[in-house]
């Protein structure tokens, strides 16, 4: 999943989705019943299980919103990487609480990963990873807002992707053509086009000195101009078919 809904809200929702499933999971089928626990003890470890479930939930998405608001993108990698953090604090936070005195639980570390941690995430990932693409689609595309940020703290352009027009490579620094209402305006910001290109995978190259995006693209002036919204900018033939392909 390329894209991340940063709303804690919403992923508390999740946790709490996910907190109700690992109390079903853990009271209904019991995995690790040995005949000996009785319903007290069950109720006890149900409970236990999905609290726990739902505050590391909740503090993965404290985290992801962290991490996305200082990167400013989201990718595949992160997103697996969210997943193993989730289970990897679940397994150690209940391992915890299954040894301490309220249940005094007898299987070892790896044993407890073994027979009680796989089974359940086994089950839980895949229903973890579909409430989560769910959970993007709740952004409103107007409001999808992206952050632009350069070497030093004070460059920093928080605007709508839909607003953005262009970026252009000036020596050291990239000058960001972005639309504030009928108006044009622009920023500059330390820091380099392939940066840039790298965080906004939606912006296309046309020259080894311009990025656009396409969403502004209007119109072919000639075969090496294109007219964007209130600017126009060189294309470069080594380019000039990914345009084309629009």
């Keep these: 999943m390329k894209k991340l809904n940063p709303s804690i809200k919403h992923h508390l929702l999740i946790g709490i989705f996910i907190s109700t499933w690992l109390f079903v999971f853990a009271f209904f089928i019991r995995p690790f019943d040995d005949g000996t626990v009785s319903f007290k003890v069950w109720v006890i470890i149900s409970i236990g299980f999905s609290v726990i479930a739902f505050f590391c939930y909740a ?5 992801q919103k962290s991490i996305y608001q200082k990167l400013s993108k989201w990718n595949i990698g992160f997103e697996i ?15 915890c609480f299954y040894k301490s005195p309220v249940l005094h639980g007898g299987y070892d570390f790896f044993k407890f990963f073994k027979m009680i941690i796989l089974k359940s995430a086994l089950i839980s990932t895949p229903i973890i990873i579909l409430a989560r693409i769910y959970v993007v689609s709740l952004i409103p595309a107007e409001d999808d807002i992206i952050i632009i940020r350069g070497e030093n703290k004070l460059d920093i352009l928080k605007i709508k992707k839909g607003d953005l027009i262009c970026v252009s490579n000036s020596q050291n620094y990239v000058e960001i053509f972005f639309t504030d209402g009928s108006q044009m305006k622009k920023k500059l910001i330390r820091s380099t086009l392939k940066k840039v290109q790298n965080d906004f ?3 296309i190259q046309v020259h080894r000195s ?7 693209f209007k119109a072919w002036k000639n075969q090496d101009t294109i007219s964007l919204t209130q600017i126009e ?7 000039r ?5 629009l």
């Design 233 to 239: 900018l060189p294309v470069s033939k080594n380019y």
């Design 201 to 203: 995978d939606f912006l």
């Design 81 to 95: 990487a969210s997943l193993f953090f989730f289970q990897l604090l679940f397994w150690v936070s209940t391992y």
């Design 210 to 216: 311009h990025l656009i995006n396409p969403s502004h």
């Design 241 to 245: 078919k990914d345009l084309l392909a």
């Design 59 to 63: 503090l993965l998405s404290v985290i």
